[in-house]
């Protein structure tokens, strides 16, 4: 996050600004993209921009909107059904922010996840 003072002030306090960091999201396997600030979801970028990406519980959960990330960084703390090691190599799209511009592969799971 960057901060950044204001020249005038207000009520004896000075202002600042938040300023955000828009990212491109690429989906590799469909061929679509989208920017994400780093301060919204991933998946909300997609509800906003009318991009189909599979989700349920919106909180962490439940895995069905995890993508595997191919290239690029997110940070995601509440991704509560991937392990520490997991959260390096794919993102729960309802909990991940984009740190860099992002290569996804959407509807890839982790290892540990059995499929019926």
């Known amino acids: 996050m960057f901060l950044k003072e204001n020249e005038k002030s207000l ?41 189909a990406q599979e989700y349920s519980c919106r909180v962490g959960m439940c895995l069905a909107c995890c993508a595997e990330i191919i290239q690029g960084s997110v940070v995601q703390p509440a991704a509560h059904a991937l392990t520490e090691e997991e959260r390096e190599k794919y993102a729960l799209t309802c909990m991940a922010r984009p740190q860099s511009e992002l290569v996804l592969r959407r509807g890839v799971y982790p290892p540990s996840v059995e499929l019926d």
């Open 11 to 51: 009520i004896g306090r000075k202002n600042l600004t938040i300023t955000m960091v828009e990212y491109k999201v690429e989906y590799e396997d469909v061929g679509e993209s989208l920017e994400v600030s780093d301060k919204q979801t991933i998946l909300r970028g997609c509800l906003r921009d009318g991009i």
